[in-house]
């Protein structure tokens, strides 16, 4: 529906995938994280041109690239900060050996954590691999540096991270894909066996890291004359060096200084940024997260200006950069809004919460009620820590639920202790732990919440789908399979919905002292849409007689109704309520049922 | 001064706020603005606080950061009550027009006894936003339509009257972003909001 026919309006994450379309990418991976999913699965809506997949993670992701990459193709691997952890290991030594086909590592951050355990600038890890970074500030730069990324790492030999950020990520805005715009159809290029390359032992791999530090100089070489460094010489009081999203709002305020952008951050540019602060009186950097550029300019004898308003916490935004541009012009802090503002009264707050009719509800009642220590894991079921459920000790990163139970157990901790993880966190990094909790005697007990998709990030299919990225058939992981394979003689397969089932189960197997699996099967509520033509619950005033119980399984449908004396009797939402049944199990009234009319849809 | 038109929808997620702002920015580029659209996805979309920004002007260079600053937005468009009023201060000093749809969304912090909620929205709304906002039934037509799903597309069609672009351009991107069996009922929803 626009005027020209390349023109397309994508968010950032996208416009990656229409990059590496462009550049000809044979090979992309990722395994699934906010805010980096659409990158893969905008991949998958292409006419099957690149080769792509879900990888179990990001490790592997990462390792199917680097494959790909000594084979010849172009690669890309995609994964959000927390992922590029997991993922360092074979970074750390690819970047040694130097690539065949060009490689692309797409890495989103997270400021503020909208979605993720951590907040970490993704930026301090490029520049640890001694590898190249583009910064996109918006989706055309996020398309042009995707596409540019390819032919810089297969001249350099380097790995290129192209990093977002959520506001890169998703933001969307109008990108020119050019008038010649198509798949790059650039050929695999041919794979030479090379020992001395590719074999990264000790011998081999003294020499390499020279050829590591080699390459960073000629990645110095290219950032110093790259397009994407842009300078805008003004104001010559003030100049201000920023990156990735935080140029935006520099742009809105420093409308009359100078500003040197920098797209093209590791290596840092540092003639081109002496030249700039030669010419400018004053030096300041604008960057979301931790001081990177900063640091790498101080650290080259560059002056930057100190500042009080802080930055390096938290997702930048007009009004923080407002407030530093107030500081530095001295001008009185401009608050219009919270100026004569009228008071808005004290508002609960709004936490996201488990879907009507999650199937993970029941479980995480049951340990509440059981009084369980639970060891969790990163997903939707994560929610289960929240109030009312709060069925949930600890939760640090993606499979850490089992070796962390294993752990508590070690220290004594004389409680039932289970392990929470979903499927696909199972699949991701949840084996190895419990092979762990097998080989050394330990007597975990895990609960595998088994929706067959990976939910929190939008439901993509994984190895328990039966599906791949590209909706083709595949053969579906059996989890209770694989536990007996690893070991487990203990393994349960129960209905999620089933709260009789669930207590009888776990409340049995908490106190077995050997290890045992529970697999909870239900699938995910919001993918399979039951909530479309479901048939709603009720309560019967007349029969609830304002226990409370049902308030405590945390549902968003259950809401107080009639008062009864200081209490308040339950009341469904017919049109949030999806007709899980579980309140009507917790019920001992048998206040709730079923309205038995099907929603007229 | 470059004249950006800021639009803030706020709401719970699973109300359709993606879709609609999704909307509102393929019209506005269509229409020939330079324009930038943010939004959060991930765990706000489970039951928690959902917002999306729209920023557009007709100056190509008027646009660079995807966040509204505090203050500046000219229509905020709320899915439900409370989430209008925790989002007062978005609104822009004077001009700024608030469309709210007449909904309660309980947090489970109320209803499960932790919080208190709020007892009279309504009359805070009216306090705060004055004769800035316009109250509309966007769910409860949306309900008569046959789910509460729709009430976006009405929510849509009240922003539209507000909004400089021609309704066939609004058609045309709910064609474009609704599947093809939801696409009448969504086109008449946004009709009856528009009004």
């Known amino acids: 529906m626009f005027n020209k026919p390349n023109l397309k309006f994508l968010s950032g994450d996208e416009a990656v995938a229409y990059g590496a379309y462009r550049a000809g990418c044979h090979v992309a991976t990722a395994y699934p994280g906010t805010p980096s999913t659409e990158i893969l699965e905008t991949i998958a809506k292409f006419n099957g041109e690149i080769n792509c997949e879900w990888s179990v993670n990001e490790k592997v992701a990462v390792e199917v690239a680097i494959g790909a990459s000594i084979a010849g193709a172009r690669s890309l691997a995609a994964m959000k900060h927390v992922g590029v952890n997991v993922a360092m290991d074979p970074i750390m030594t690819f970047t040694y050996t130097g690539v065949n086909g060009g490689m692309v590592v797409a890495a989103a951050d997270d400021p503020s954590l909208h979605s993720s355990q951590n907040e970490q600038d993704t930026r301090n890890l490029v520049k640890f691999a001694k590898a190249a970074l583009f910064e996109p500030s918006d989706s055309q730069e996020a398309y042009d540096m995707t596409r540019e990324a390819f032919e810089l790492s297969e001249r350099t030999g380097a790995i290129v991270f192209v990093r977002l950020t959520t506001r890169t990520a998703h933001t969307s805005s109008m990108v020119d894909l050019g008038d010649d715009f198509g798949y790059g159809n650039v050929p695999v290029k041919e794979y030479v066996k090379n020992v001395r390359k590719y074999v990264a032992v000790p011998a081999n791999a003294r020499v390499m890291r020279y050829d590591a530090e080699k390459r960073l100089a000629l990645m110095k070489a290219e950032s110093e004359k790259s397009k994407f460094n842009t300078v805008r010489l003004d104001g010559k009081e003030v100049g201000v060096v920023t990156s990735g999203v935080a140029y935006g709002y520099v742009m809105e305020h420093f409308e009359k200084d100078s500003v040197l952008k920098l797209g093209f951050s590791n290596p840092l540019p540092l003639d081109l940024i002496r030249d700039f602060a030669s010419k400018v009186e004053k030096l300041y950097v604008v960057e979301e997260l931790d001081p990177v550029i900063r640091d790498g300019i101080a650290a080259a004898g560059i002056k930057v200006e100190p500042h009080d308003v802080e930055l390096s916490m938290m997702e930048l935004n007009p009004d923080r950069v407002g407030a530093l541009y107030a500081e530095i012009k001295g001008l009185k802090k401009e608050s219009a809004a919270a100026e004569e503002a009228p008071e808005i009264p004290a508002l609960p707050t709004r936490p996201p919460v488990l879907c009507a009719g999650c199937s993970h509800r029941g479980v995480f009642h049951m340990l509440s009620k059981l009084k369980a220590v639970v060891s969790g894991d990163i997903g939707c079921y994560t929610l289960g820590s929240v109030p009312p459920l709060s069925a949930m000790d600890t939760t640090i990163c993606m499979g850490a639920s089992i070796g962390a139970a294993f752990g508590m157990e070690k220290a004594g901790l004389d409680r039932k202790i289970a392990a929470v993880i979903g499927d696909s966190t199972f699949f991701h990094s949840g084996m190895t732990g419990l092979l762990n909790v097998v080989y050394n005697n330990g007597a975990v007990t895990v609960i595998v919440l088994d929706n067959r998709i990976t939910g929190m990030t939008g439901h993509q299919n994984n190895p328990g789908s039966g599906k791949t990225l590209s909706g083709e058939d595949a053969p579906q992981a059996n989890i209770a399979e694989i536990c007996r394979a690893l070991g487990v003689r203990r393994v349960f397969e129960v209905d999620a919905y089933d709260l009789k089932q669930l207590e009888e189960v776990i409340g049995t197997e908490l106190e077995v002292p050997e290890p045992s699996v529970i697999v909870a099967y239900g699938t995910c509520v919001l993918a399979v849409r039951r909530n479309i033509g479901a048939t709603p619950y009720k309560v019967d005033p007349d029969k609830c007689v304002a226990c409370g119980v049902c308030f405590r399984i945390g549902c968003p449908a259950i809401v107080k109704g009639d008062p009864k004396g200081r209490l308040f009797k339950s009341y469904i939402e017919p049109t949030t309520c999806v007709g899980c049944t579980t309140c009507s199990q917790v019920c001992k009234f048998g206040a709730i049922s079923s309205t038995g009319e099907e929603e007229n849809n | ?195």
């Open chain 2, 1 to 195: 001064m470059k004249t950006i038109v800021n639009v803030t929808l706020v709401g719970v997620g699973g109300q359709g706020i993606l879709l609609t702002s999704d909307i509102l920015a393929r019209v506005a580029a269509a229409s020939g603005k330079s324009v930038r659209k943010s939004e959060l996805h991930g765990m706000s979309q489970r039951g928690g606080s959902v917002m999306s920004q729209i920023r557009f002007s007709d100056d190509p260079l008027a646009v660079f950061g995807p966040v509204v600053p505090a203050g500046q937005t000219d229509v905020l468009v709320a899915f439900e009550k409370l989430e209008a009023i925790r989002n007062y201060g978005m609104l822009k000093k004077d001009t700024g027009m608030a469309i709210i749809d007449d909904r309660d969304l309980v947090p489970t912090t109320v209803s499960s006894g932790a919080q208190e909620g709020l007892q009279d929205s309504i009359a805070v709304i009216e306090k705060l936003f004055g004769d800035r906002f316009k109250l509309l039934g966007a769910t409860a037509i949306a309900l008569e339509l046959g789910s509460p799903r729709f009430a976006n597309m009405v929510l849509a069609g009240a922003l539209s009257k507000m909004m400089p672009f021609e309704i066939e351009v609004w058609h045309a991107a709910m064609r474009e972003c609704i599947k093809p069996g939801f696409i009448d009922v969504n086109l008449k929803a946004f009709d009856i909001g528009r009004g």
